[in-house]
């Protein structure tokens, strides 16, 4: 076992007391099993068994084969201290069909899950929509018909009604802006498709979703509701130029305002309807669906994990993540990145933090995730040494301490991710763990960065800053 840093010395950063250490996971990244227990199929059951869609066409199938490790994995947690677990529950594990009663087996699985969890003193924190959509619901047009809002509150009900008694905190939705935009515009998450008129509907019923899910939740007596947004640290290029600050409010709006402004109460930006009406009739926006969207938070997540900057570039064909960004560019960090070819820039999650601050204020933060992705394998010894990714995550929670300092009400951090896991349409090759996971044999190999983070909560905070050196 190697140890990275010595709980012995003292905090040189210390977070506010009972700043809450954590780590994020998401089910169809590591469970597997995707035919046991009764569970149904999901658009990334779907997607991932597209040719061609992700990378070397892996599949969740077996991924870390958490669904039957889950006792070994939550042992891990304990060791490394932590507070609280974010994970997901699988929609289609529930209602097979995307509707109906609970199946029982699935409704078990969590239920053992958490009562692991809390048996090991770890709070367990529950996202209801990670990505994987019942199959069944998008043979019925998925987020795009407003039907998939109800059944959405009706299945987040099922999962209370079962896991209320020891979950405190909800997390609705996981970034509604990749399952609405990656999904359905730019196609390269699931479902796959690429019309941005559906995008549009979809982050619409999702908002509804969200909003009649956190009303029933909280009249069923949830204590903290909450939702993840991945909103986006975007800036100009040039502060100074009209069109790069124009850019840049339009990505904005497309990113963080059309799901911020509604759940804050300020009803849709004007500017957002408008590039919606461009690619269709902005319909699916029926009386009192702001109200529900609406529904007061007790938590904003945070999703954190590199800026943006744009610049007027007159001519560039939109984006197509960003329907309506004609003339925009979205400008490569000249900076270090992550395998991921995300800029690692710490101060960005600082401008971000103070900024929902200033403009969201009232609601405490969560950041429900940061990581980086470093393909770092054992040693002849075994051992994972992942310098890099320690750099990163000590960076980032510099990064936080600041905006704190600066008044941002942030409660806690949950690094992405406890261990190696699918990523998505970048399938295995990405590696994001705290946790080296061997595929063929899932053996689990906690990374140099494990037992630093382990070191880090033990002392309530971050040792002398950084040498550089490592
Ligand atoms: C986020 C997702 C999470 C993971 C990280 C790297 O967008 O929520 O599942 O893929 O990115």
Request: charged residues 15%; aromatic residues 0%; glycine residues 20%.
């Given at each position: 076992m190697q140890t990275v840093g010595q709980s012995a010395v003292q905090a040189e950063l210390r977070f506010p007391a009972g700043f809450v250490w954590g780590a994020a996971t998401a089910a169809y990244q590591i469970e597997g099993?995707?035919?046991?227990?009764?569970r149904g199929r999901s658009i990334w059951d779907t997607f991932s068994h597209t040719p061609g869609r992700t990378a070397d066409g892996d599949?969740?199938?077996?991924?870390?084969?958490h669904y039957h490790r889950y006792a070994e994995d939550v042992a891990l947690m304990a060791r490394l201290g932590l507070a609280a677990y974010r994970f997901s529950v699988a929609w289609p594990r529930i209602q097979p069909d995307g509707t109906g009663p609970a199946n029982p087996a699935g409704l078990d699985f969590y239920d053992r899950l958490v009562d692991t969890l809390v048996g090991h003193g770890i709070d367990p924190i529950v996202t209801l929509y990670h990505w994987d959509l019942p199959q069944a619901l998008q043979e019925q047009g998925g987020w795009t018909v407003r039907q998939t809002a109800h059944r959405f509150a009706g299945y987040a009900e099922l999962v209370h009604a079962r896991l209320g008694d020891r979950v405190r905190t909800w997390v609705t939705l996981n970034e509604p802006w990749c399952a609405a935009f990656l999904g359905?515009?730019?196609?390269?998450?699931?479902?796959g498709q690429a019309d941005p008129a559906a995008g549009f509907a979809a982050a619409h019923h999702l908002l509804l979703g969200h909003g009649e899910a956190v009303r029933g939740l909280r009249a069923a007596g949830a204590e903290r509701l909450g939702v993840t947004l991945n909103p986006a640290a975007v800036r100009p290029a040039d502060p100074q130029a009209p069109g790069d600050v124009a850019a840049a409010r339009l990505v904005d709006g497309l990113q963080n305002r059309i799901f911020l402004d509604p759940m804050f109460g300020h009803g849709y930006p004007a500017d957002v309807l408008a590039v919606a009406r461009r690619f269709g009739p902005t319909d699916w926006l029926q009386d009192g669906d702001e109200a529900t969207i609406a529904a007061p938070l007790g938590l904003l997540g945070v999703n954190y994990y590199a800026p943006a900057v744009v610049a007027a570039r007159p001519g560039e064909p939109a984006n197509p993540t960003y329907p309506g960004s004609e003339g925009i560019g979205f400008i490569p960090s000249p900076g270090p990145a992550t395998e991921m070819g995300w800029a690692i820039e710490p101060a960005g999650l600082t401008g971000l933090l103070e900024r929902l601050a200033r403009d969201y204020p009232g609601v405490p933060i969560l950041i429900t995730e940061n990581g980086a992705a470093f393909a770092d394998r054992p040693d002849a010894g075994g051992r994972v040494a992942d310098p890099r990714r320690i750099a990163y995550l000590d960076g980032h929670l510099r990064a936080v301490h600041a905006a704190i300092d600066r008044g941002a009400d942030v409660r806690g951090y949950l690094v992405w991710t406890l261990m190696d896991n699918f990523e998505w349409a970048e399938g295995y090759r990405k590696r994001f763990g705290l946790i080296y996971v061997d595929y063929p044999t899932q053996r689990r190999v906690p990374k140099d960065s494990a037992w630093w983070y382990r070191d880090l909560i033990a002392r309530g905070g971050l040792a002398a800053p950084r040498t550089g050196r490592e």
């Open positions: 099993a995707v035919s046991e227990g009764g599949t969740g199938d077996v991924a870390c084969d359905h515009t730019a196609g390269v998450h699931a479902p």
